[in-house]
Nanobody, 123 residues
Framework: QVRLVESGGGLVQAGGSLRLSCAAS????????MGWFRQAPGKEREFVAH????????YYADFVKGRFTISRDNAKNTMYLQMNSLKPEDTAVYYC????????????????WGQGTQVTVSS
């Protein structure tokens, strides 16, 4: 069992930055690959980024490439999402998720989820 807690969301103007954190507790954090997803009102949850257990493999959704950076610190049991050049369309609840498998991108590949943190980008 892995418990995930997101933090760092908030209200920011377009062009601004936020850094989200995902703190993990329970089973060994470094055993899991991690992902970030988001869900905007009225829309389905969508993949944002994924990082392997070692941090050696990273994948991004096309719409965040060059703006968002995923990272992790296994010593601190924490994953991050640095979000720069934010746009109003980035407004959503952001979720972190963990998987013990080697697949990524679809929600069904992840076994554990946090409760989400709201990110609102004003124009």
């Amino acid at each position: 069992q892995v418990r995930l807690v997101e933090s760092g969301g908030g209200l920011v103007q377009a062009g601004g930055s936020l850094r989200l954190s995902c703190a993990a507790s329970g089973r060994t954090f470094s055993s899991y690959a991690m992902g970030w997803f988001r869900q905007a009102p009225g829309k389905e949850r969508e993949f944002v980024a994924h990082i392997s257990w070692s941090g050696g493999n990273i994948y991004y959704a096309d719409f965040v490439k060059g703006r968002f950076t995923i990272s992790r610190d296994n010593a601190k049991n924490t994953m991050y999402l640095q979000m720069n050049s934010l746009k109003p369309e980035d407004t959503a609840v952001y979720y972190c998720a963990a998987t013990s498998g080697n697949r990524y991108g679809a929600s069904r590949h992840y076994s554990y989820w946090g409760q989400g943190t709201q990110v609102t980008v004003s124009s």
